[in-house]
């Protein structure tokens, strides 16, 4: 079984690639597989943009600004719209190359079937760990939103370990939802999303008209630039993490209705969305403290700049819409994370169990014990910023290779290679894209970039020994 | 009224349109269709569409994976058992998160007069027709007429009304049972009943025991009834005897 002649497209366990759907075969309404059935599409632009706005929320406004602003004062506000704008400059390739493959999978996929196996393997591999990364993120911001709340109401906790202790039990309790759960999660999503977006333009509308005065209160009380220019970079890179849910849209790009107009116009608009609402926020928030306050109050810090406007019950309303962003923040990236795994095991990246189903439930529980098993060890270690990096590290190798496979379709087209939406001046926005998506790791912090290459190295490893056979590049 | 006049389906009845009956079946949670329904059904089209409903954390492609061989096994045993009575169905499989899209979306694309909510059923010979505000009595005609042919069954045309000076109900019914004999159906098979009800969902499910199918109209479409009509889905859910809904024509 180990030694194989040459080109079985096979990976050790003798698994080939399985062809379920070729994505030609799909109409705005469903897919047709291989065997002759119908996969019904039935996310609409609704589902696209709340999965898209609901993911990237959570990070942004309710972990980031206060960290964000100990390093790189009101100039976080630019470190977002760097963000922003590097994650338009990949949503776009992202979108082009979706409408010509509305697979399951999203960035994996449009990788292996443009440059090979291989880089496929290894973002592949890569992004599920990036989203393990996030997801443990995402419930480390939870659980210091659910301990501020707690301390709120006057319970005595105290300590990262109640913060963390809080974090895994969710962590647990969102993975079991996922497993057992049958009940329409997507409507839920779609009602958490607007309750908050609602939320956040009031919020920021009131603290917006405040900083410029309107209310009487003080003004921005330092300068833009308090550390100078290059904080502002160093701290997109870390902030990048919160527009880490565009390419999600992508994983369900085989459950979307009408691919052709809703993914473009999911990723895109998720991200101008947010974008505009985290430049706000650190506008506001910097405007209400200076970046050395902000900093001491830490994750929570926007909790606080709701205390200073419409004091506890501010706080409140804050603390509570925070619980719900990184909520749906860890719940969509675990089910992302388990889209990831199926993406991979289907193309016998990985052993092909890991996309088993129970009947019973209709759940991947392979998949999804894949993404939370992980998460939970790395929730224990609690390192907010690191996480974060990693996380971003992890997504840019595969935004970065996207923008580079978007390319490398449109040199050398196949014949079946036939986008609903195309990037206009393409070699220009990919290759700024890809540019400016690898260069925002140069900014991270050192052990960032470590894990991350020792992560990247270890799928080369996997690849070679386990699934050096398997031929995927231009195979739908 | 259409004035078009198409070929009769079967024998020498005065069909306008051959009935089209679209049949889903969640057939990966042994869902199937008893034999005496097959018999019943068989006069007309059948479409057979087995459907797996999986929960949004799942992929539809990553549920056809594993469950497409079963699922067309289990659609292809019930085609079979059509073919055993003479009738060559048609198979669809999906894998879908959304039932009622999918049911809809079929239906539109096949162009079906008629889905069946099955129930578990003895045999099938009486039919009940119950007659509340308007429905396409034509579509309604056909199918009543075209699956009672052979048999031996009688239909009872049931009009309910909401008040006792109401007579909308009770005119539907009988032009319906007008257009039935129209269709060749004796007169001797259809009965003509009318009551007066406040709760017509209650009143159809307590007395569905003494039918063997039910066949009746969408209802109005509402935001809220959405596809099969939320009447219709109550009534199969409470009644005992399954539930053939006759859609609306699509406006062209």
New interface residues.
């Given amino acids: 079984m180990s030694s194989q002649p040459e080109h079985q497209n096979s990976n050790v366990s003798g698994e080939t690639p ?1 062809q ?2 070729d994505p030609t075969q799909a109409n705005e ?3 047709v ?1 291989e ?6 599409r ?2 609409g632009l609704v589902g696209g943009l709340s999965i898209g706005v609901g993911t990237m929320i959570g990070a942004g406004i309710f972990v980031f600004p206060g960290l964000a602003a100990g390093e790189a004062g009101p100039a976080a506000a630019g470190s977002f719209a760097i963000g922003a704008v590097i994650a338009l400059l990949v949503a776009l390739p992202a979108s082009e190359l979706a409408t010509a493959m509305p ?2 999978g999203g960035g994996y996929y449009f990788i292996s079937r443009a440059l090979g196996a291989l880089p496929g393997a290894v973002v592949g591999i890569s992004i599920w760990m990036g989203l393990v990364f996030a997801t443990a993120f995402y419930l480390v911001g939870f659980g210091n939103y659910a301990a501020a709340i707690l301390a709120e109401v006057g319970l005595p906790v105290a300590g990262s370990s109640v913060v963390v202790s809080l974090a895994l039990v969710f962590g647990v309790l969102l993975t079991a939802l ?1 497993l057992f ?6 409507a839920l999503q779609n009602y958490v999303v607007g309750v908050l977006l609602t939320l956040l333009v009031v919020f920021l509308s009131y603290g917006g008209l405040n900083a410029v005065g309107v209310f009487g209160a003080q003004t921005t009380p330092e300068t833009f630039l308090p550390f100078g220019p290059m904080p502002m970079f160093t701290t997109a890179a870390l902030v990048f993490t919160s527009y880490l849910g565009f390419a999600q849209v992508a994983t ?1 790009a ?2 979307i209705q009408n691919p052709g107009r809703n993914l473009p116009i999911a990723m895109i608009g998720s991200v101008l969305i947010v974008g505009l609402l985290y430049v706000a926020t650190i506008f506001v928030a910097t405007s209400a403290f200076d970046s050395l306050t902000l900093s001491r109050f830490g994750e929570t810090a926007i909790v606080e700049v709701g205390r200073s406007f419409l004091g506890d019950w501010g706080a409140l309303a804050i603390l509570a819409a925070g619980l719900l962003a990184t909520v749906s923040s860890a719940n969509a990236s675990i ?1 992302s994370t ?2 990831a795994v ?1 993406a991979l095991s ?1 193309d016998a990246l990985i052993p092909q169990f890991a ?3 129970n ?1 019973r ?4 529980h392979v998949a ?1 014990a894949m993404a939370g098993g992980p998460v939970l060890v790395l929730v224990a270690l609690g390192e907010v910023e690191v996480l974060a990096e990693v996380a971003s590290f992890l997504h840019l190798i595969m935004y970065g290779l996207m923008c580079v496979a978007l390319i490398a379709m449109r040199r050398n087209e196949p014949a079946w290679y036939d986008p609903d939406f195309r990037v206009p001046a393409y070699p220009l926005i990919a290759g700024i894209g890809a540019l400016a998506s690898f260069s925002l790791i140069v900014f991270m912090q050192p052990l960032s970039r470590r894990i991350g290459v020792a992560i990247m190295l270890a799928t080369v490893v996997w690849y070679k020994l386990y699934a050096d056979d398997i031929q995927l590049k231009g195979v739908l | 009224m259409s004035d078009e006049v198409l070929p009769p389906a079967e024998g020498d009845l005065s069909i306008r349109e051959p009935p089209l009956v679209l049949i889903p079946v969640a057939v990966l949670e042994s869902q199937t269709v008893p034999e005496s329904l097959v018999d019943f059904l068989a006069p007309a089209n059948v479409v057979v569409l087995g459907y797996h409903v999986v929960p949004e954390q799942t992929p539809t492609e990553q549920a056809s994976m594993q469950f497409e061989a079963r699922a067309q096994a289990a659609v292809d045993d019930i085609a079979q058992n059509f073919s055993v009575a003479g009738r060559e169905a048609d198979t669809r499989v999906a894998f879908t998160h959304d039932r009622d899209k999918t049911i809809e979306r079929v239906a539109d694309e096949i162009g079906a007069t008629a889905i069946l909510l099955p129930n578990p059923v003895g045999g099938v010979d009486d039919v009940l027709v119950p007659i509340r505000g308007t429905f396409d009595v034509d579509r309604l005609a056909d199918l009543v007429a075209t699956v009672l042919a052979d048999g031996s069954g009688a239909v009872t045309l049931w009009a309910l009304s909401p008040e006792a000076d109401s007579t909308e109900a009770r005119q539907q019914a009988d032009r319906a049972a007008e257009t039935l004999v129209d269709r060749g159906l004796a007169s001797d098979r259809i009965r003509t009943e009318s009551t007066v009800v406040d709760a017509p969902v209650r009143a159809i499910v307590d007395r569905s025991p003494e039918f063997d199918i039910i066949v009746m109209g969408e209802g109005e479409q509402t935001i809220l009834t959405g596809l099969l009509g939320d009447r219709a889905e109550r009534i199969a859910e409470g009644a005992v005897a399954p539930v053939l809904v006759v859609r609306g024509r699509e406006t062209d």
Avoid at chain 1, 35 to 40: A, F, I, T, Y
Avoid at chain 1, 181 to 186: F, L, R
């Fill in positions: 399985t379920v759907a309404e469903m897919t597989s065997g002759g059935s119908e996969l019904e039935s996310i697979k399951s996922n759960g049958t009940e329409n999660a997507a369900v085989g459950d089910l388990s889209r199926f289907k996309s088993r189903i009947l439930y209709g759940t991947p999804l």
